[in-house]
């Protein structure tokens, strides 16, 4: 893990270095904001206890073009807010979900209803296929915990539930919801206490990995043959 | 079935579709936008595409931008406003 911390500090040294020389060549000046927030992103993402699986300039800087285009979408401000991001996912700046609140809460680290480039790469860096599944498992806990009392109630998950089928149109009967839950309890509720902690959510995640599916984006593998980086002309070479 | 398997079905929790291109406004109720972009691919397949959507769709789109740009194609971004 030290060795991919070290490899990453390599190539953001690079790329701080490669915007030193580029700076005269950049459509801003000194204190150019791109140039800062990548500046921001590094420094972060070096001090940031979650090891990094984003080890190339080129991926930091596709995620910057992807970051971008979302940002840009309804305030152009460099910023992403509450109604860019669920524009993002579903296409519509009409539909609230329980769930795109939830993933923008967790993504907004510092908790002012907006999200810095910083803020979501780190997010995204634990949707990447080799992240630590430890990372995979933190987050979707934290995820479904909505009230974020440390716990997974049997209320949320009914809660999550009925959002779920009500966003497919599915229609189940109260029995039959009650029924799923109870099942899913039964399996993971070893302590039998009404709910599920993070130690019993583990052991579940574990036995059942198509929990996690969800987890990873393997867009973010191949994120640099989505979004070229053709505005910034990077004169580092991947190792 | 487990109940988290149900729930990690849910749109709002795959991020994946932030990657995904097409994009519908609604500009007012009756008016619609939709984007049309190409992440990928031929541009020229997709321009085929793109031609054939929008002749399709003749009757309801008003303009497209290409029509108001004269030639100039750059196989990026293509749009129509669409009244529904």
């Known amino acids: ?239 | 079935m487990n109940a988290f398997e149900l729930i990690s079905t849910s749109k709002g929790l795959n991020l994946g579709l932030l990657f995904e291109k097409q994009m519908v406004l609604q500009v007012a109720p009756s008016l619609y936008m939709v984007e049309t972009r190409k992440s990928g691919g031929d541009t020229l397949e997709f321009h085929k595409f793109y031609k054939n959507l929008t002749t399709s769709l003749k009757d309801i789109v008003w303009k497209t931008i290409d029509e108001e740009k004269e030639g100039g194609t750059q196989g990026g971004i293509n749009g129509a406003v669409v009244a529904s």
């Open chain 1, 1 to 239: 893990m030290s060795q991919c911390v070290d490899g990453f500090k390599h190539v953001c040294n690079s790329l701080l270095r490669c915007f030193d020389i580029d700076i005269g060549k950049s459509s801003g000046g000194p204190g150019d904001p791109e140039l800062l927030a990548r500046d921001t992103v590094c420094n972060a993402l070096i001090s940031s206890s979650i090891s990094t699986p984003f080890i190339s300039v080129s991926e930091i800087e596709a995620l910057y073009e992807l970051f971008k285009k979302i940002s840009s979408a309804v305030i152009d401000d460099g910023l992403i807010n509450k109604e860019e991001f669920q524009l993002a996912l579903f296409k519509t700046n009409k539909k609230e979900s329980l769930f795109a609140d939830r993933v923008f809460d967790l993504f907004d680290t510092k908790h002012n209803g907006i999200l810095g480039f910083e803020e979501f790469a780190l997010a995204l860096s634990v949707f990447h296929p080799n992240a630590p599944i430890d990372d995979k498992i933190d987050f979707s806990f934290q995820l479904y915990d909505l009230k974020q009392q440390g716990f997974i109630e049997r209320q949320e998950v009914k809660q999550m539930v009925v959002a779920t089928l009500a966003e497919s149109g599915m229609n189940l009967s109260d029995e039959v919801i009650e029924s799923i839950i109870d099942k899913t309890f039964e399996e993971a509720d070893t302590k039998h206490d009404g709910r599920i902690d993070k130690e019993e959510w583990r052991i579940l995640v574990l036995r059942h990995p198509s929990l996690l599916k969800n987890m990873t984006l393997q867009y973010l593998k191949d994120i640099t043959t989505t979004f070229p980086s053709f505005v910034f002309h990077s004169q580092v070479e991947d190792t």
